[in-house]
Nanobody, 115 residues
Framework: QVQLVESGGGLVQPGGSLKLSCAAS????????MGWYRQAPGQPRELVAT???????NYADSVKGRFTISRDNAKNMVYLQMNSLKPEDTALYYC?????????WGQGTQVTVSS
């Protein structure tokens, strides 16, 4: 069983920054592919960024150059540094762990970008 707990969301002005954190349980965290997804009201959940066990990263086009995903295997943590935030980044952000054969999700942390 993998449990994920997100933190770090909040209200920020356009152009501001936030750093999301995700704490994961499990003895084999370093083997997990981790990711961040988001869901805005009335919209489907979408990929934001992923990071593989070897550190390979992948980003949605909409966040490239602004967001950075990273992981600390010693602490069982994954992070999402978000810079130059835009109102369209407003969403509930979810941490994801792919542990075959199942996806695991946290409860989400709200990010609101507004002046």
């Amino acid at each position: 069983q993998v449990q994920l707990v997100e933190s770090g969301g909040g209200l920020v002005q356009p152009g501001g920054s936030l750093k999301l954190s995700c704490a994961a349980s499990g003895s084999f965290f370093s083997n997990y592919k981790m990711g961040w997804y988001r869901q805005a009201p009335g919209q489907p959940r979408e990929l934001v960024a992923t990071i593989g066990s070897g550190g390979t990263t992948n980003y949605a086009d909409s966040v490239k150059g602004r967001f950075t995903i990273s992981r600390d295997n010693a602490k069982n943590m994954v992070y999402l540094q978000m810079n130059s935030l835009k109102p369209e980044d407003t969403a509930l952000y979810y941490c994801n762990a792919w542990v075959p054969p199942a996806d695991h999700w946290g409860q989400g942390t709200q990010v609101t970008v507004s002046s």
